[in-house]
């Protein structure tokens, strides 16, 4: 955040990392999606929002390996409580 409020460059843009504004008035752009923005989106960034067509964000579903230990690999029963 430190970094973001310095001036480093003439003109500083962002794009998505979150899609909300920084409030900086350090970043002069906000490049976003018209897909995923809503009515008058103008009024939700301190930046100039610059909405580019077409964009979108699709995640593959990640893989989550099966559980190959249990709890009474770890002398456990399953009515222990664990706390993290």
Same mark, same amino acid.
């Given at each position: 955040m430190q970094m973001a409020g310095l001036r480093l460059a003439? &003109?500083?843009c962002f %794009?998505? %990392?979150h899609p909300v504004t920084t409030g900086l008035p350090? $970043?002069?752009y906000f490049l976003s999606s018209e897909l995923i923005e809503g009515e008058?989106?103008?009024e939700h960034?301190?930046?100039k929002l610059i909405l580019l067509p077409n964009i979108g964000v699709a995640y593959p +579903?990640?893989?989550i390996p099966p &559980?190959? +230990?249990s709890r009474s690999d770890?002398? $456990?029963s399953d009515n222990d409580l664990i706390m993290v």
């Open positions: 003439p &003109i500083q %794009a998505w %990392a350090s $970043l002069d008058n989106p103008q960034y301190s930046e +579903k990640p893989y &559980i190959v +230990k770890y002398g $456990l």
